[in-house]
């Protein structure tokens, strides 16, 4: 199924009715129809038109195959071609390497890449990409055991959100039985990590810190975290080899769908409204084509507004389920991409801002949401040495690019594609908040300070 809508079919289609009219009236109007549909996008000169981008296999990659399928980079003079990558290592290599003009990526690789953590390079981001979007998973019978622990309504239906208070107990109960407490995420600083570790951690169960010599995380961990690929992780979750997982739908569904766990909570009520994936580019690729860089963020930007349109969420469903794309059942997809999520089987709620792509300028690329997953890369010893706060500042705006987001949606704003009050009035920090499940309040103008007001991890001094 392609939906592409292409001006050059359009103005044949338009013409064909017209000419069967006939006459000179009919050569006029379809003047006018070709000079109206041109002057919708203004072009900008295109060094790059031929593009090449990556992603996994997670809803949260909707706004590039919405750009495609709806002819937004076509409308933009790009020609892009979108191929599904095996795992995150390998979509960040391939950016790097240049095989790659960009990718959905997790928020915290360009980060990690900029500041010292795994494979270094200069990487930006013109555009985040979603808000949300994320479940916390364990198997059935590690549901059977923590459900006691959960505070229930009149109706006996769990009271949400759920914390990890109600798995604490469990955890212990493996400890005692000589059983390490195994759940999986999807990569090293991907938002998955550091969600599943806060939600540990606020309930007082040590997630594990990293060195230099151990580099999966697990010193004095209470629950061993471990990578998996998110297509993989309904799998590996019912084989056994891990007991709960942090993911991007469709896996949480998938596992309900499946029915072999059940999701205890989403990232929304870890922290209301949180960052996750984000499009990355290299440094390079935006100096040396920089309209090409405005151009498919335009686009992308079109692609989050017409993703939050809620009348069109079922045709995303089915564009999403298409092979090249997430390639899940209709039915999985539509449950959080529809405004709903099922935790237990039969036991769905609505969630409205479950999938955000445009709302609360969710595609604006802020500094505090960059600077977030430092402090987390700092608290849990990814980045081994105490930082200045200028420096969380410094390392973010070489990364985070709102300069190239607020070109791209001032020509939309020239366009009519987008409304002048959707261009937030911001120095790039979002205001303090305390919308987390632990009340912690989080200032990106402080970061040292919330890094030390945890009780687990690292502590630095001002």
């Not at 990690?112 to 808000?131: K, N």
């Not at 998938?254 to 990232?267: D, E, H, L, R, Y």
């Not at 090249?324 to 709903?340: H, R």
């Not at 002048?420 to 499940?437: H, Q, V």
Request: net charge negative; with cysteine; glycine share 8%.
């Amino acid at each position: 199924m392609k939906t592409i809508f292409n001006r050059a079919t359009l103005l044949a289609t338009v013409a064909t009715v017209l000419m069967s009219c006939g006459g000179k009236d009919a050569k006029k109007a379809t003047t006018n129809t070709e000079e109206a549909v041109a002057s919708k996008t203004k072009m900008l000169d295109i060094e790059k038109p031929q593009l090449t981008f990556g992603f996994i296999k997670l809803t949260d990659m909707a706004p590039l195959a919405i750009a495609k399928e709806k002819g937004f980079f076509e409308e933009e003079g790009l020609f892009v071609s979108v191929e599904a990558q095996s795992n995150w290592k390998n979509v960040l290599d391939r950016v790097i390497d240049g095989q790659l003009d960009g990718s959905h990526m997790l928020a915290g690789q360009p980060i990690a890449a900029g500041a010292g953590f795994g494979r270094q390079a200069e990487l930006v981001t013109p555009f985040s990409m979603d808000l949300n979007g994320n479940g916390i998973t364990v198997s059935n019978d590690v549901w059977s055991k923590m459900k006691p622990n959960v505070p229930a309504d009149s109706d006996g239906k769990p009271i949400h959100p759920i914390k990890a208070d109600a798995l604490k107990p469990v955890i212990t109960s493996y400890k005692n039985e000589g059983k390490p407490f195994k759940m999986g995420m999807v990569f090293p600083v991907s938002t998955h990590n550091y969600e599943l570790r806060y939600w540990l951690a606020a309930a007082g169960i040590h997630p594990g810190m990293y060195t230099a010599d151990n580099v999966q995380g697990q010193i004095d961990a209470e629950v061993l975290l471990s990578v998996t690929p998110p297509p993989q992780m309904p799998a590996t979750l019912e084989s056994g080899t891990i007991y709960g997982y942090c993911v991007g739908e469709p896996w949480n569904q998938q596992a309900v769908f499946k029915g072999i766990g059940v999701p205890v909570t989403t990232n929304y009520d870890i922290w209301k409204n949180n960052p996750e994936k984000v499009f990355v580019m290299t440094k390079q690729f935006v100096e040396q084509n920089p309209n090409t860089a405005i151009a498919v963020t335009k686009a992308l930007i079109r692609a989050g507004k017409w993703l939050d349109e809620p009348s069109n969420r079922a045709e995303a469903v089915e564009i999403l389920s298409m092979s090249q794309y997430v390639g899940a059942p209709k039915e999985v997809l539509a449950n959080s991409m529809t405004g709903t999520f099922e935790f237990e089987k039969g036991d769905k709620r609505e969630m409205p801002d479950f999938n955000v792509f445009y709302k609360y300028n969710a595609t604006y690329p802020f500094y505090s949401d960059g600077i977030w997953f430092l402090t987390q890369m700092r608290r849990w010893g990814q980045i081994p040495e105490a930082k200045t706060t200028d420096w969380y500042a410094s390392t973010i705006k070489d990364i985070y690019r709102p300069d190239i987001w607020k070109k791209a949606a001032d020509l939309l704003v020239a366009e009519g594609q987008i409304p002048a009050t959707d261009i937030p009035a911001t120095d790039g920090y979002k205001a303090p908040t305390a919308d987390f499940i632990d009340g912690t309040t989080y200032d990106a103008k402080d970061p040292i300070g919330y890094i030390n007001s945890f009780s687990i991890g690292n502590k630095d001094k001002k």
